[in-house]
Every structure is written in C-alpha cells, then in structure tokens.
C-alpha cells in the first residue's frame, strides 16, 4: 500500500479538480444524448467511466483523514 501525505488545499484542490472532470464529462453525456447522430456505444461509455469516477471519489473522500503533523512523525518511506 502506498502511502500520500497532502496537506489540507492540496487533498481539497485535487477533489475539486476531480469534480470539475466529473461535471465536464456529464455535461458531454447530456450534449451526446441530445443527438441522434453520436453512437450509443459512446454513449454508455461515457456513462460507465463517469460512474466508475464518481464511486472512487466518493471512497476516496470516506479515506481522506485530515490531520496536523510535524515532519518528525512523518514516517520515512
């Protein structure tokens, strides 16, 4: 198990960035399901890597502890 060590704008800044992928990813879903000329295949891909993302930052979010460490109880890796 590997181990990262972020500090709490770090943690927040890259789950922003995840959501902000997710709300683009869903709004080309939305656009793809307006046009009858996109593929259905594209389609449900699109769905299924959203949900996939979508289920790995929700448990991302439930694991994500934040705490105020030194580096001296920092482990050394």
């Not at 060590?5 to 709004?27: I, S, T, V």
């Not at 307006?34 to 295949?41: G, H, I, N, S, V």
């Amino acid at each position: 198990m590997a181990f990262l060590f972020l500090d709490d704008n770090e943690a927040e800044g890259l789950l922003a960035a995840a959501r902000e992928g997710q709300a683009a990813k869903l709004e080309l879903i939305e656009n793809i399901e307006q046009y009858d000329e996109y593929d259905t295949t594209d389609l449900r891909h699109f769905q299924a890597e959203h949900a996939r993302t979508a289920r790995l930052i929700d448990e991302i979010e439930k694991r994500l502890t934040f705490s105020l460490v030194d580096d001296k109880s920092v482990p050394m890796f």
